[in-house]
C-alpha cells in the first residue's frame, strides 16, 4: 500500500491530506465468510424482487471459493436461518432451501441485524464441524432491503451503534436498499460505523453486480482497516474522510479507515491551525506494520492545493448529503483538478448531475460513498458471479444486439418528438430530455424505463422508478412493446414505442 502526504496552506489554516493507495499485490486471496440478510417482509415479495435476491444469492455461493464460508438469513416478523454459516461448497449443495423462502410482513431489521452480527463474530458450532473462530477470515454480513423497519427501532442512532458493535468484532456490513422506499440514512450510518459501503439500487437486477463488486473486493483486500494518526503540536479543527463512505469526524487526530482493496484510494485530510511554523508527523498503522511521514513548513512553499481541494470536496458532498448549500464550484473545480485521484473526480461529476436530477436517494448515494465501477473492480481482482433470471437484459443473456439489429423509435404525444434507440438501454430524465415537456421532466427517475430484448420480441421494464410505468391505467413492471399501445410514464408523459429490425 502506498502512502502520500498532500500539504496546502492558506491564511491560518494548513490542511494535510493523507493518500492511502492500493496497487494491486499479488497477493494470496484472504478466505471471506458471507452472511447474506434478506428482507422478506411483504413490499419484497412484490414484482418478483425476493425471488430474484433468493437467485442472485444462490449465484453468490456458486462464486464463492473452497475455503469460503456463508450463511444466509431472511427477516420480516421473524428472523429465519435458512442457510446457517456453511462452507460454500456445501452450502451450493444445500441452495434449493432458499425456494421455500415466502415473504411475510414486518421488517424486523435491528433484531435481524443483532442475530447477525452475533453468529458471525462467534462462527459456528457446526462449521468444518469442529467449531472454528473466523480469526482471519474477510466477515461481511451483506444486507438487501426495500423498506424501512417496522415497527420498533426506527430511529437512525439505534443503526449506527450497531455499525460500531460489528466493527469491533472486525465486521463490515455492506447495505443495499432497492427501489425508493427504504431508509437511505439508516443504511449510511449502519455501514459507515461499520467501515463498509452502503448502495442505492434502483432496481433488484441491481444488486448482481454490487454482490459481484463486494466479492471481488474481498478477495483483493490489501489493508485491512488502516489507522490514520497525525501527531503535531497544532490545533487540529477538523477531519474529514474520502474513502468507502465520506464524513465530517470533528477535530480528531485519529482515524479508522476501511479496508482498502486492490486498485482503490482512501484519504484524511487534517485542517490544523499551526502556532508558527507547520510541524507534524503522520503515521499509517496497518497490520504490516507502520509507516511514518514528516510534514515540514518547506512542504507547502509551493502552493499545491490538491489537499485544501480534497478537504472542500468532502465538505461539499456532505452539504449535498444533508440538503445544504452546495458550492458547486468546489465541485467543478475538483472535477477538472488533475492532482485529485481519478475516483474523486468522478465522484465530483456524478454529484453534480445528480443535484439537477433530483433524485434524493441517488443524491444522498452519490454523496456520501465512493464506489467503483465494475471495471475497475475487475482491475482490482473481481470474478463475474454466474448470470440470473433477475439481472438486467444484456445480463441475464438476452440479445445483445448488433448494429445491424434491431432499433426503436419512441415518440412522445404530447410533443411530437421522436427518439432513435437500440436496445438494451435504460431511458431516464436526461436520456428523454429531448422529447418530453421539460414541465414533467421531474417526474421521471433518472433510471426509468429499461428496453430489452426477450425471444425475439422486444420488451419494456420498470428500471427502478419512483412513479411507475402505466399501460391501459395500470401501474406495469413489465411488458411486451406493441406498437399501438400507449405507455405512460410516472402518470405524465405518454409516449408510443415502435420497433423493427435494421435493413
Request: glycine share 8%; net charge negative; charged share 25%.
Amino acid at each position: 500500500m502506498d502512502v502520500e502526504v498532500y500539504v496546502s496552506r492558506s491564511g491560518e489554516y494548513a490542511d494535510v491530506e493523507v493518500r492511502l493507495s492500493a496497487a494491486g499485490a499479488q497477493t494470496p486471496p484472504i478466505p471471506a465468510a458471507f452472511l447474506l440478510l434478506i428482507d422478506s417482509s411483504k413490499s419484497m415479495g412484490e414484482h418478483g424482487k425476493l425471488a430474484q435476491a433468493v437467485e442472485i444469492a444462490k449465484r453468490l455461493i456458486a462464486s464463492m471459493g473452497p475455503s469460503d464460508v456463508v450463511a444466509v438469513y431472511t427477516f420480516d416478523e421473524r428472523v429465519k436461518t435458512v442457510l446457517p454459516l456453511t462452507p460454500a461448497p456445501e452450502a451450493l449443495e444445500r441452495a434449493k432451501r432458499l425456494d421455500k423462502v415466502k415473504p411475510g410482513s414486518y421488517t424486523f431489521l435491528y433484531q435481524a441485524l443483532s442475530k447477525a452480527i452475533d453468529d458471525l463474530a462467534a462462527g459456528s458450532g457446526s462449521l468444518f464441524r469442529r467449531g472454528p473462530s473466523l480469526s482471519g477470515y474477510v466477515k461481511r454480513i451483506v444486507l438487501i432491503t426495500d423498506g424501512e423497519p417496522w415497527p420498533h427501532y426506527t430511529e437512525e442512532h439505534w443503526y449506527e451503534s450497531l455499525g460500531r458493535t460489528a466493527a469491533s468484532y472486525g465486521i463490515s456490513i455492506t447495505a443495499i436498499g432497492v427501489g425508493y422506499d427504504y431508509n437511505e440514512k439508516i443504511l449510511y450510518k449502519l455501514a459507515s460505523a461499520s467501515g463498509g459501503t452502503w448502495y442505492h439500487a434502483a432496481n433488484i437486477s441491481d444488486v448482481s453486480q454490487i454482490l459481484m463488486q463486494e466479492l471481488g473486493r474481498s478477495r483483493a483486500l490489501e489493508a485491512r482497516r488502516p489507522v490514520v494518526r497525525i501527531e503535531t503540536d497544532a490545533e487540529v479543527v477538523e477531519a474529514r474522510k474520502l474513502g468507502r463512505t465520506i464524513a465530517s469526524l470533528g477535530p480528531a487526530r485519529e482515524v479508522a479507515l476501511e479496508d482498502i482493496s486492490a486498485g482503490e484510494v482512501a484519504s484524511v485530510v487534517f485542517r490544523l491551525r499551526p502556532k508558527e511554523r507547520l510541524a507534524a508527523e503522520v503515521v499509517v498503522s496497518t497490520e504490516e506494520g507502520e509507516v511514518r511521514k514528516q510534514v515540514e513548513e518547506t512542504a507547502v512553499l509551493v502552493q499545491d492545493k490538491t489537499a485544501m481541494l480534497a478537504f472542500q470536496l468532502a465538505g461539499e458532498l456532505i452539504n449535498a448529503a444533508e440538503g445544504g448549500r452546495v458550492e458547486l464550484e468546489v465541485l467543478q473545480t475538483a472535477a477538472q483538478e488533475e492532482g485529485l485521484p481519478e475516483v474523486y473526480r468522478e465522484k465530483a461529476t456524478r454529484v453534480i448531475e445528480a443535484l439537477r436530477s433530483g433524485s434524493s436517494k441517488e443524491l444522498i448515494h452519490e454523496a456520501t460513498t465512493i464506489t467503483y465501477s465494475k471495471q475497475q473492480a475487475q482491475a482490482g481482482g473481481t470474478a463475474a458471479l454466474p448470470q440470473t433470471a433477475g439481472e438486467t437484459a444484456t445480463a441475464r443473456g438476452e440479445a445483445q444486439l448488433s448494429p445491424g439489429g434491431t432499433e426503436c423509435e419512441i415518440f412522445c404525444v404530447d410533443t411530437g418528438k421522436s427518439m432513435r434507440v437500440a436496445p438494451p438501454a435504460v431511458l431516464g430524465r436526461m436520456e428523454l430530455a429531448e422529447i418530453l415537456p421539460k414541465g414533467q421532466l421531474e417526474y421521471i427517475s433518472r433510471r426509468h424505463m429499461e428496453l430489452y430484448i426477450k425471444d425475439g420480441d422486444v420488451y419494456i421494464r420498470d428500471a427502478g422508478s419512483r412513479n411507475g410505468i402505466y399501460i391501459g391505467g395500470s401501474r406495469v413492471y413489465e411488458a411486451r412493446v406493441s406498437p399501438d399501445v400507449d405507455v405512460v410514464l410516472a402518470k405524465v408523459a405518454k409516449v408510443r414505442i415502435k420497433c423493427a429490425n435494421k435493413t
